[in-house]
C-alpha cells in the first residue's frame, strides 16, 4: 500500500478578500503562516520523504514551511496548480455581475459544460491532476509523499477518486492547510487502486481557518 497525504495551502490575502485566485497568486497572511507551521508540526513524525506542490507561489511557501519540520526532498510540479478561473481571476466576488456569477458558480454545481471564459473544465482540472497524483507511484518503494495544492484542485480529485464525475457538484470541504489522505492499495472489499483514507482534516489548526468556497 502506498500512503500519499494531500494539504491545501494556508490562507492567503486574497482569501481574507475573497478575491478569486485561480492560477493569480496572492501570499500568506500570518494566520496562513500559522497554519502551515502547525501542519508541519503535526507532521514531523510522519516520516515525509517527499513534498511536491504546485508551482503557485501560495503553495511553494506553504510547503517551505512544512519543510522546516518534516523534512524531505522539495518539488514543484505544474499539474498541482489550482483551476484557471480565466478572465475572473483576481476578481472581488462583491464585483461579479450576475453573468460573472454564474460562470464561476457553473464550476461548483455540477454543470458538465461549466467553464469561465478563457479558464479550464474541471474534467481538464481532473486530468491533470490524476497524472499528479498518478506520477508519485515512481517514487522509490517506501517513500511517503506529501501533495501541496489547491482547494478547487484537491475537491476534484478527491471527488474523483471516489468515482464522481469531474464535474459534479461540489461536496467536499477542504479549509486552508487541512490534510487529507488517499491509499494505493489492493483490497477484498474495496475497489483496487486509489481509495480515500480521510478528507479536510484541521484538528491540527487552532485557529477558525476560512471555508475553502471563499477562495
Do not use: F
Not at 21 to 28: N, V
Not at 142 to 163: D, E, F, K, N, R
Amino acid at each position: 500500500m502506498q500512503q500519499v497525504l494531500l494539504v491545501r495551502h494556508g490562507e492567503t490575502l486574497w482569501n481574507t478578500e475573497q478575491r478569486i485566485q485561480g492560477q493569480s497568486d496572492s501570499g500568506l497572511t500570518e494566520q496562513g503562516i500559522q497554519q502551515a507551521r502547525q501542519t508541519g508540526q503535526r507532521l514531523q513524525k510522519a516520516g515525509i520523504t517527499h513534498i511536491i506542490t504546485s508551482d503557485l507561489g501560495r503553495t511553494q511557501q506553504t510547503a517551505a514551511i512544512i519543510a522546516e519540520y518534516c523534512g524531505g526532498i522539495l518539488m514543484t510540479d505544474a499539474r498541482l496548480r489550482e483551476i484557471n478561473m480565466g478572465v475572473l481571476e483576481g476578481r472581488a466576488l462583491t464585483s461579479l455581475t450576475p453573468d460573472e456569477e454564474q460562470w464561476r458558480k457553473s464550476l461548483l454545481n455540477g454543470d458538465p459544460a461549466g467553464r469561465i471564459p478563457q479558464g479550464e473544465s474541471m474534467e481538464e482540472l481532473a486530468q491533470r491532476m490524476r497524472g499528479a497524483l498518478d506520477a508519485v507511484r515512481t517514487l522509490p518503494v517506501g517513500s511517503q509523499p506529501l501533495l501541496v495544492s489547491h482547494g478547487i484542485a484537491l475537491g476534484c480529485l478527491l471527488g474523483t477518486l471516489l468515482g464522481l464525475p469531474a464535474w459534479a457538484e461540489r461536496r467536499l470541504r477542504l479549509r486552508n492547510c487541512s490534510v487529507s489522505r488517499v491509499d494505493y492499495q489492493s483490497s477484498s472489499w474495496l475497489a483496487e487502486g486509489w481509495i480515500v483514507e480521510s478528507t479536510g482534516d484541521i484538528a491540527h489548526l487552532n485557529a477558525p481557518a476560512l471555508d475553502e468556497m471563499k477562495a
